[in-house]
């Protein structure tokens, strides 16, 4: 029997191994059919996202207007940079929460689209300094806005949409409501200086990577569904349900992030496959091969992620380490713990549309692609 070239082989194993960890459909990996020319293509298949999305459609054209208002400025550089990265297909998903969260809280007020308005400037600022340190020349799939005007004008424009969100912020008249945002933008910023002190750090441990997750990614989950429940005046039990259930979707979110940069296609991630291997981060997948693996692979964990000394085919080498210790699969097992966690978060909401989709929105999470 002829052997398979090493390319086939590791490309079957991530095959064989996403199919588990990632619950992947049978009929996915299926060639497809060939439609008649005359059968037009069937439309994609409406997602969670997309309804959520639509369940708080008004909301949401709302956001994106104040979205296109606060954005502007007679700096013309600000808007453009501001509206290359907000435009570049996010899925929404922070300001989406918040819209969904007042609607579960049954508010009646418009304080919400401000809010939401806010978690996205926040959220995007981040996305503009992280590009920024990580030196990324791609964000979802396109040039990334530092690598189109430089990492100047992305800092700048990072720092203006910062100042944006707390002016809106401010203008709920909700101190709550500022300080709950204010102290998230803190603790990103903390995250993101932990994950830089644990960049190329092998001994980086489980839990000090979750730390850093929690604050870098989870906070702002956690802050854009809480303040739905502060604006609305409901009790303080509500405000902390929100609070866990978002923390622990954020949780999840990363965790499978983390599995998709050794797995997902780039054209499904938005990114290149590989981009945290070879930027040198510590995710969960590294942490659990590392530390199951043996003297030799720890050295060569060292060399390409300590001394960044990486070569043709250690990426591949990688990803096969990660399958043989199951480290993908358990740190999808660890994802869907976070998005259990979640789903007790909403058990003292009344059953309702918004507690449905919000639910879902766990699921969307985890099973995602990209």
Not at 90 to 102: F, I, M, V
Not at 226 to 245: H, I, M, N, W
Not at 253 to 278: I, N, P
Request: with cysteine.
């Amino acid at each position: 029997m002829l052997a398979l070239p090493k390319a086939v082989v590791i490309d079957r194993m991530v095959e064989t191994e996403l199919a588990v960890v990632t619950n992947l459909d049978p009929k996915r990996h299926e060639a497809p059919s060939t439609p008649a020319p005359s059968t037009p293509s069937p439309p994609p298949p409406s997602t969670p996202l997309d309804a959520l999305a639509d369940l708080v459609a008004d909301d949401l054209l709302a956001v994106n207007e104040l979205i296109v208002q606060r954005m502007h400025s007679s700096v013309e550089m600000i808007p453009r940079l501001a509206s290359y990265i907000v435009s570049a297909g996010g899925k929404r998903l922070r300001p989406l929460l918040t819209l969904a969260s007042a609607r579960l809280c049954r508010y009646a007020g418009d304080r919400h689209l401000g809010l939401a308005a806010s978690v996205e400037f926040i959220h995007t600022a981040t996305l503009l300094h992280d590009d920024v340190v990580d030196e990324s020349n791609l964000r979802r799939g396109l040039a990334s806005a530092n690598a189109v005007f430089g990492n100047k004008a992305s800092v700048l424009v990072g720092d203006f949409l910062f100042s944006r969100a707390f002016l809106l912020m401010v203008e709920t008249g909700s101190l709550e409501v500022l300080r709950i945002l204010s102290h998230a933008s803190a603790v990103i910023a903390e995250g993101e200086v932990l994950q830089l002190q644990t960049t190329n750090d092998t001994n980086t441990t489980e839990e000090s990577y979750l730390e850093v997750i929690r604050a870098k990614t989870a906070a702002l989950f956690a802050a854009a569904c809480r303040v739905s429940a502060v604006v609305a005046d409901r009790p303080a039990v509500e405000a902390t349900a929100l609070d866990d259930y978002g923390l622990n979707l954020g949780i999840a979110f990363q965790l499978v992030d983390d599995v998709l940069d050794y797995s997902a296609l780039q054209a499904r991630l938005g990114k290149t496959v590989g981009d945290d291997f070879r930027e040198g981060k510590i995710t969960l997948p590294v942490v659990l091969a590392f530390r199951r693996g043996s003297d030799e692979e720890r050295v060569f964990w060292r060399r390409v992620l300590e001394d960044t000394e990486q070569t043709d085919g250690d990426l591949d080498h990688a990803i096969r380490l990660m399958i043989r210790h199951h480290a993908l699969r358990d740190t999808m097992d660890r994802a869907r713990h976070y998005g259990a966690l979640a789903r007790e978060a909403l058990g003292l909401f009344d059953d309702s549309p918004e507690k449905r989709v919000l639910l879902e929105i766990i699921d969307f999470v985890i099973e995602r692609e990209y």
